[in-house]
């Protein structure tokens, strides 16, 4: 199995006429997106080596050690910026990276086969799991007491699912 990668940060955009980029970092203590390097795209491929860096208004402006020209930091607006999972600390018990989560295979609490989760978004609310089985896809809470079980060395985890409360009459919901 080749090591996956966990993204870490986003450029974005250019900054002044030094080649220097504007990124917003995903991990958990921003500045900590810069002792894991260098960060390369979604395939694999090296983008950029962060040489020196500066905290501003939400987020940071890296200077690399690659020579870039502004319209070439431009051209990367958008990019996300991965590392190795090997190269990331393990995780404390009970927190998993969310490139971790990915492709398991997801159980109900009778044994019934849901689907695989397929993302880990949070939209503001809370942390989700974004399911895809053969009833399509859906959204489930990522807490401890919605997802109890996660088996990563199995490639499984069971989640808790509550059948939908009656929210309307006999005509349908209010």
């Known amino acids: 199995m080749t090591d996956p990668l966990v993204c870490i ?29 260098p960060w390369r795209d979604e395939t694999g491929k090296l983008v950029v080596t962060p040489k020196r860096w500066r905290a501003v208004k939400d987020g940071f402006v890296v200077a690399f ?15 996300r910026l991965y590392v190795p999972r090997s190269t990331l600390p393990d995780p404390e018990d009970d927190e998993f990276y ?3 989560l990915i492709g398991l295979a997801v159980f109900d609490t009778d044994g019934n086969a849901l689907g695989k989760i397929v993302a880990v978004p949070d939209f503001g609310a809370g ?6 089985g053969p009833d399509g896809v859906f959204f489930h809470p990522f807490t401890k007491d919605a997802v109890p079980e996660i088996d990563l060395d199995a490639g499984r985890c069971v989640i808790v699912v509550e059948e939908a409360e009656d929210a309307g009459d006999a005509d349908g919901p209010v």
């Open 9 to 37: 940060a986003a450029i974005k955009g250019a900054h002044g006429v030094k080649g220097e980029a504007r990124i917003v970092s995903f991990t958990g203590e921003p500045e900590a997106c810069f002792s894991y390097r």
């Open 65 to 79: 050690e690659e020579s870039h020209q502004r319209e070439a930091i431009d051209a990367m607006k958008g990019t």
């Open 98 to 100: 969310h490139a971790d």
């Open 127 to 132: 942390t989700l799991i974004e399911i895809t």
